[in-house]
């Protein structure tokens, strides 16, 4: 046992203190932190809103449009379309929207330039919608109450139900949510370091071999402990970068900006406690068993450049059951 220890000791420190392990472990952290800061930027941009200007023969309608100030600014001064196309030749206007009335019915144009400022159509069509609405209630002597009901859309509730003991448990589309959500990202992960320490452990079988240090080494241990030591060396390491990976969460959660894109109202730890136990179960044994096949895969290669063709066969087979 003592050469066992000796030799997962070894490997462990080795690869460790090595900067590509560093790297490997720093560089989702500094990604992540990347990616926060420039949505954290983005968020701070303001975003301009388009001028426009708007020809209606109703006098209402002009007015309702011109009271609003935040999806875009109506300018007041032009009066007619060859105004418009004027001040949008020079840059000075977005578009113009035109708005005719047949009855109680409207029917709107907008017409901007390909790189104008975008402007809100959506909300254009829900202020022009209620207004369409009252002019047709007053034709049709309806009071505010009856307005409000027909304008009341029916409420749709969706729920998730799952069986435990023969007991139905309620939950909602925001907890099925984050369990796919979590089941995606724990996918990846396990993609990601079956890849990194099957590439790990054939290099190191193979870059021994390569060096002829393996006869020295097989001369005073034999190839079963040596075989084992490296592997849990593997493992070892593997544990380690998680370890790092969870501590670095406990310290992300202690922030506001962390807990503030939780979801308010649900326990996110209790809703992936069965997810991330099954899943960290799978993830050991995926990791341990792909090691062994990358082992024996480094063991039929005699130089450390042939390692990336040897465990081929892994890389199909990791593929397959990330997809599926």
Not at 47 to 60: K, L, N, Q, Y
Not at 66 to 86: I, L, P, R
Request: with cysteine; aromatic share 12%.
């Amino acid at each position: 046992m003592s050469k066992f220890w000796v030799i997962v000791g070894q490997v462990y420190r080795k690869n460790v203190k090595s900067l590509g392990f560093v790297t490997m472990m720093l560089s989702p952290i500094i990604l992540l932190a990347i990616i926060g800061g420039i949505f954290k930027y983005i968020e701070t941009i303001e975003t301009e809103v388009p001028t426009i200007a708007v020809f209606s023969d109703s006098p209402e309608v002009t007015e309702v449009l011109q009271q609003e100030n935040t999806s875009y600014t109506v300018e007041t001064g032009v009066t007619s379309v060859e105004d418009a196309e004027k001040l949008m030749e020079l840059e000075g206007l977005d578009g113009y929207l035109t708005i005719a009335q047949e009855g109680s019915i409207f029917n709107a144009s907008y017409i901007h330039t390909a790189d104008s400022e975008t402007l809100d159509l959506t909300y254009i069509q829900a202020l022009l919608a209620n207004l369409q609405i009252t002019l047709q209630a007053e034709e049709l002597n309806l009071s505010a109450e009856d307005i409000s009901t027909l304008s009341t859309p029916p409420v749709i509730e969706s729920n998730t139900i799952s069986f435990e003991d023969g007991n139905v448990v309620y939950g909602d589309q925001t907890e099925s949510g984050i369990k796919l959500g979590a089941a995606y990202a724990i996918s990846i992960a396990i993609f990601m370091f079956i890849m990194t320490y099957s590439s790990i452990i054939a290099e190191e079988i193979a870059s021994e071999k390569g060096t002829r240090i393996m006869e020295v080494i097989l001369s005073s241990v034999d190839s079963t402990t040596h075989f084992f030591g490296k592997l849990t060396a593997i493992f070892f390491i593997c544990l380690t970068q998680i370890g790092f990976y969870a501590l670095m969460g406990i310290i992300a959660f202690q922030f506001d900006v962390v807990k503030n894109l939780m979801p308010e109202g649900i326990d996110i730890f209790q809703t992936l406690r069965a997810v991330i136990g099954v899943s960290m179960y799978y993830f050991v044994m995926g990791i341990f068993l792909y090691a062994v096949i990358a082992a024996f895969l480094g063991s039929l290669v005699s130089k450390i450049e042939d390692v990336s063709k040897a465990v081929t066969p892994i890389v199909f087979i990791a593929l397959m059951g990330f997809y599926g």
